[in-house]
C-alpha cells in the first residue's frame, strides 16, 4: 500500500520540481538590455535624459516654490539641454550598443544541456570572433571616456539650471541637484 503511495507523490513532485526549476532561471537578457559580457550594465542614453537637472526642478517646483516664469525658463532649459546632447547622446548608445556580446539566432534562445536543463549563457558568449571581441574591448574603453563626459556635460547643465533659479531657492535648488549627481554616480557605476 505504501509503495503506490509514494510512487503517486513522486509522480506529482517531480514535475512540479521540474517547472519551479524552469522558472527559477533568468530569462536571457538578449542584446538590447545592456548586460556586457563581464555582467555590468551600462546605462542607455535614455537614462541620462532622465537625469535632466532643469527637469528635475520642474518636477520638484513644489518643494522648491518657483515662478511660473521661473518654471517656464526650466522647460525651455530641459528642452535645450536634450537638444544640445542628442547627438552626444545618439554617439553614446552606437558606442554601447558594441560592448554587449553579439548573439546568433542560434544562440539568443536559451541553449539546453544534455540533462534537460539551461545551459551556460558564458559559452554561447565565448562563441564571439576574436574582431568581435576587440571591437567590444575598443568600445568598452571608448564607453568609459564617454561616460567621463557625461559627467563634464552635467555641470554645465547644473549650472545653467542653477541660473534660471532665484538665489532664495538656490541652496534647495543645489541639495536637489546634488541628490541627482549621487543618481548619476550610481549610474555610472561609482567612479568620478
Not at 522648491?64 to 539641454?81: E, F, G, H, R, Y
Not at 558568449?125 to 568609459?144: F, I, N, V
Not at 564617454?146 to 543645489?174: C, G, H, I, S, W
Request: proline letters at 6%; one cysteine or more.
Amino acid at each position: 500500500m505504501r509503495t503506490p503511495i509514494i510512487a503517486v507523490a513522486l509522480a506529482a513532485c517531480i514535475p512540479a520540481a521540474v517547472f519551479a526549476q524552469k522558472a527559477s532561471v533568468p530569462a536571457d537578457p538578449g542584446p538590447s538590455s545592456g548586460v556586457s559580457s563581464s555582467g555590468a550594465k551600462s546605462p542607455s542614453s535614455r537614462d541620462f535624459v532622465e537625469l535632466n537637472p532643469a527637469a528635475l526642478l520642474v518636477d520638484k517646483r513644489k518643494k522648491i516654490p518657483l515662478a511660473d516664469s521661473t518654471v517656464n525658463q526650466l522647460k525651455a532649459l530641459q528642452k535645450k539641454i536634450n537638444e544640445r546632447n542628442a547627438q552626444f547622446y545618439a554617439t553614446y548608445d552606437s558606442t554601447r550598443k558594441w560592448t554587449m556580446p553579439i548573439t546568433s539566432s542560434s544562440s539568443s534562445a536559451q541553449s539546453v544541456n544534455l540533462h534537460g536543463g539551461v545551459g551556460d549563457r558564458n559559452l554561447t558568449a565565448a562563441a564571439t570572433s576574436p574582431a568581435e571581441q576587440a571591437k567590444m574591448q575598443s568600445s568598452m574603453r571608448d564607453l568609459r571616456g564617454l561616460m567621463a563626459e557625461v559627467r563634464e556635460r552635467r555641470k554645465a547643465d547644473v549650472t545653467d539650471a542653477l541660473n534660471l533659479v532665484p538665489e532664495a531657492q538656490k541652496k534647495a535648488a543645489a541639495d536637489l541637484l546634488t541628490q541627482q549627481d549621487g543618481d548619476l554616480e550610481k549610474l555610472l557605476g561609482g567612479r568620478p
